[in-house]
C-alpha cells in the first residue's frame, strides 16, 4: 500500500511536470500537426514526472542525477519538435528548470535560515503542512511562469495606470500573499484549519490574478484588432475614390485603343495623298487624347491596375523618381487587400521621401514565384529609419489615426499565411512581403 505522503510527492511531481511542458509547448513554435504535438507533450509529461518520481524514491541510491534527465528529456523534446532556433530550444527548458529550482530552494532556505524550521522534518512528518507547502511553491512556481509567458509572448506595454496596476502591482501582491501563507504555515503553532485556509486563500489569489491578466491581455487584443480593422475601412474608403478615377481613366485608353486602328489607317492614307497638314493635326488630336487618359500599367486585375496608377501619380506629384516593375495579376488575393498593402507601402515611402531632400527614389516589385507572391517596395534613405525607430512609429500628431499602416499590412500578410519583411540595405529601406496564393476550392 502506498503511504499518503508519497502520493503527495506523486501529484506534486506531476504538476511540476504539467507546468514545464506547457510553459515549453507554449513558448516554443511547434512543428507537426495538432495530433503529433498532443502525443508528445503527454509521453514527455509522463517521462518527466516518471524521472521526478523514481529520483526522489531512490534519491539516496542513485544521487542527484535529476538535472540530467531533465535536460535530456526536454532537450531531446524540443530539438525534435519545435522549429526555432537552438538557442530558444536550449534555454526554455533550462528556464524553467532554473526558476524550478530557485523558488524551492529559496523556500527552503528561508524556512531553515529564517525561521529556524526543520525543512525536511516537517515536509515528512507533517501531512497537512506537507500539503499546503506543496501547494505553495507549485503555485508560485507555476504563477511565475505564467508571467513570463504573458509578457514574452503578448509584448505587454505598461502605457496607462491600469496597465501597471494588472501587469505589475497585481502580480506583486499575488507573490506577496503566497510568501506571507508560507510564513504562517511554517509557523508551529498554526492549526491545521488555518493551514487550510491559507491554502485555498493561495489557490483563489492566483486563479483570480490569471483570470485578470487574461482578460486583460484578450482584451487589449481585441481592441488593437478593431482599430486594425478600422483603419483598413477608412484606408478602403479613401482608396476607392481614388480607384473610380483610375478606372475612368482606364476605359478612356481602351475606347482610346479600339479607334486607333481606324486613326492610323485614315493618318496613313493622308499621308499617301501626302495631306501632311491634316495628318500632323491628326496625330495632336490622337496625342491630346492619350495624355488626357494616362494609364502606365496594365494587368490582369482592374484594382491593381488602378493602385499602381495611383501611387505612380502620387509619387510623380512630389517630384519623386518611381519604377514599377508588375509580372502577376495576385489571382485569389482580395482586392481590398491588394489595395491597402500596396497603398500604404507606397504611401510610407512617398511620406518619409517628401521629409527629406536630394535623391527621392522608389522601387516597386510584384512578382510570383509558383504558389507565392512577392510585393518588394524600396525607398532611398536619407539616414537610417530603423535605428532610430525601430519600432516604426508615427510622427503625427493624431496617433489613434495613424501609425496604423505597417500593422494592418502584417495583418494581412497573415491573412494569407505569408509574411512581412522589413529592414535596410545599401541605402534603402525595404519592405518585402508575401503571400501564399489561396487554394481555389471546386
Known amino acids: ?61 542513485i544521487g542527484y542525477i535529476e538535472i540530467i534527465s531533465f535536460l535530456v528529456i526536454m532537450w531531446t523534446y524540443s530539438i525534435l519538435f519545435f522549429e526555432n532556433n537552438y538557442f530558444l530550444k536550449i534555454s526554455v527548458p533550462v528556464f524553467a528548470y532554473s526558476l524550478y529550482t530557485s523558488v524551492l530552494v529559496l523556500y527552503k532556505m528561508f524556512a531553515e535560515f529564517v525561521l529556524h524550521v526543520k525543512w525536511n522534518y516537517m515536509i515528512n512528518n507533517n501531512f497537512l503542512y506537507s500539503i499546503v507547502i506543496r501547494v ?15 509578457y514574452c509572448n503578448y509584448r505587454i506595454k505598461l502605457n496607462n495606470i491600469f496597465d501597471y496596476i494588472f501587469f505589475v502591482i497585481f502580480p506583486v501582491i499575488t507573490t506577496g500573499t503566497l510568501f506571507i501563507s ?3 504555515t ?12 491559507l491554502g485555498a486563500t493561495s489557490s483563489a489569489m492566483v486563479f483570480v490574478s490569471v483570470l485578470v491578466m487574461s482578460l486583460m491581455v484578450r482584451a487589449a487584443r ?21 480607384i473610380a478615377e483610375a478606372n475612368k481613366s482606364i476605359e478612356e485608353i481602351a475606347v482610346i485603343r479600339h479607334d486607333m486602328k481606324n486613326k492610323i489607317l485614315c493618318i496613313g492614307e493622308l499621308i499617301n495623298s501626302k495631306n501632311y497638314g491634316e495628318a500632323q493635326e491628326m496625330c495632336n488630336s490622337v496625342q491630346s487624347e492619350i495624355s488626357k487618359a494616362t494609364v502606365l500599367f496594365h494587368t490582369d486585375n482592374i484594382y491593381l491596375n488602378s493602385i499602381l496608377n495611383i501611387s505612380y501619380k502620387k509619387a510623380k506629384e512630389n517630384n519623386i523618381d518611381i519604377k514599377i516593375v508588375a509580372n502577376c495579376s495576385f489571382e485569389g488575393i482580395a482586392s481590398s487587400d491588394l489595395v491597402s498593402v500596396i497603398g500604404n507601402l507606397c504611401d510610407n515611402a512617398v511620406e518619409y521621401l517628401t521629409s527629406i531632400n536630394g535623391e527621392r527614389t522608389i522601387n516597386v516589385k510584384l512578382s510570383q514565384k509558383g504558389r507565392y507572391y512577392f510585393i518588394s517596395v524600396k525607398n532611398n534613405l536619407d539616414s537610417s529609419v530603423l535605428s532610430e525607430n525601430p519600432a516604426l512609429k508615427t510622427h503625427k500628431k493624431e496617433k ?26 545599401n541605402n534603402f529601406f525595404v519592405a518585402n512581403v508575401m503571400f501564399e496564393q489561396p487554394s481555389v476550392t471546386k
Not at 32 to 43: A, G, I, P
Not at 225 to 237: A, G, T, V, Y
Request: charge should be negative; glycine fraction near 2%; aromatic fraction near 14%.
Open 1 to 61: 500500500m502506498v503511504e499518503i505522503p508519497l502520493i503527495i510527492d506523486y501529484i506534486f511531481y506531476l504538476f511540476i511536470a504539467v507546468a514545464i511542458t506547457s510553459f515549453t509547448s507554449r513558448v516554443l513554435d511547434p512543428k507537426y500537426d495538432s495530433k503529433v504535438n498532443q502525443v508528445s507533450y503527454f509521453l514527455v509529461v509522463l517521462l518527466l514526472f516518471t524521472s521526478f518520481a523514481l529520483l526522489n524514491y531512490f534519491e539516496h541510491t
Open 400 to 425: 489613434v489615426l495613424h501609425g496604423h499602416g505597417i500593422k494592418i499590412v502584417k495583418s494581412i500578410a497573415r491573412k494569407y499565411k505569408g509574411s512581412v519583411d522589413i529592414c535596410e540595405e
Open 182 to 184: 508560507f510564513i504562517v
Open 186 to 197: 511554517t509557523d508551529l503553532k498554526t492549526s491545521d484549519s488555518a493551514m487550510v485556509a
Open 136 to 150: 505553495i511553491v507549485g503555485l508560485t512556481f507555476a504563477f511565475f511562469l505564467y508571467v513570463v509567458y504573458k
Open 222 to 242: 481585441n481592441n488593437e484588432i478593431d482599430m486594425e480593422n478600422l483603419m483598413m475601412k477608412r484606408e478602403q474608403e479613401l482608396y476607392r475614390e481614388k
